[in-house]
């Protein structure tokens, strides 16, 4: 790394226990700590502390109650307005744990890929925080799973078969909202969606970032491992309910959210014209929806 190296850490947190110990583990595994700057939308509950961070110059932090949350693509959304033209971004959930050197490790990635705009991602190998001893060492993909009825895809990990690693990162076709690593120009160019819900964000993600020149790879080794199974968690979802509504708690109800994604979601991928004027987080103009079709062996229609 070179001295004016910086890393934009992203992380949208929504009421997770788990959000300090990622921050603090992002720091301690850095080759080069002092390098990394951190965009922080903190959707909090009275459980959560951030005060050792709150006066580190490494951290811009924007403070919500939960109950004014608008739901994740609204909260990346919020993370992203505070990149500061640092060189590199990484974007993560806020309940994972990282590689000794991870910084190091992807940005030594990024060269290998012989693209001039490349974009690392994975679902990473699940880490339990009751024992964090076990940490596999198994580099996954995305891979396409199902598609619902109103036209949304969902994806799942699959582990990358050994004849497939070597010492370079390996082709792939969609983004991992949990975890990608890629120039920081795209902050700029990716302009997240506020009013996407949820379950939009990865295909939006990808789709938008292909049109936009972005060449996806998987990383042949394990650089973070992600907390899969949150039983017991909060989610957006759960609170943000018409009972919640109704006592006053909330003010948006998540099914209304995802409704307005929904319909927002299938005039991106043309899958019918819902009159909608997308603006800026529309596609790209580097490449078109019907060559990322091609690309990722999909017919969204």
Not at 134 to 144: A, D, G, R
Not at 230 to 236: I, N, Q
Request: charged content about 25%; glycine content about 6%.
């Amino acid at each position: 790394m070179v001295s004016l190296d910086t890393i934009f850490v992203q992380i949208a947190s929504y009421r997770d226990p788990q959000l300090a110990p990622t921050i603090t583990d992002c720091i301690k595994k850095a080759a080069y700590p002092d390098r990394l700057r951190f965009g922080i939308c903190w959707q909090r509950d009275s459980a959560e502390n951030l005060d050792s961070f709150i006066n580190d110059k490494r951290f811009q932090i924007l403070i919500y109650h939960w109950s004014e949350s608008r739901g994740l693509c609204w909260a990346r959304s919020q993370t992203q307005s505070l990149y500061r033209g640092e060189t590199y971004t990484l974007q993560i959930d806020s309940h994972v744990r990282f590689a000794p050197n991870w910084d190091e490790l992807l940005i030594g990635m990024l060269p290998l890929t012989e693209s001039k705009k490349p974009l690392l991602t994975a679902y990473p190998a699940p880490f339990d925080p009751l024992d964090e001893t076990t940490l596999p060492n198994i580099p996954h993909k995305i891979v396409p799973n199902f598609f619902t009825p109103e036209g949304l895809i969902y994806f799942r990990p699959e582990k990358i078969r050994e004849s497939q690693l070597g010492n370079k990162q390996i082709r792939a076709c969609f983004v991992a909202g949990g975890f990608f690593f890629t120039i920081g120009r795209h902050c700029r160019e990716y302009h997240y969606d506020p009013q996407m819900y949820f379950s939009q964000d990865e295909i939006s993600l990808s789709l938008r970032s292909f049109t936009l020149g972005y060449d996806f790879f998987h990383p042949h080794i394990n650089v973070l491992w992600h907390e899969y199974y949150r039983e017991g968690k909060p989610k957006h979802w759960e609170d943000h309910n018409h009972k919640q509504k109704e006592a006053g708690k909330v003010d948006t109800v998540w099914s209304e959210l995802n409704a307005t994604a929904k319909q927002r979601m299938r005039q991106l991928f043309q899958q019918e014209d819902t009159g909608i004027d997308l603006g800026p987080f529309g596609l790209g103009t580097e490449r078109s929806l019907a060559e990322y079709e091609r690309y990722s062996g999909i017919d969204f229609k």
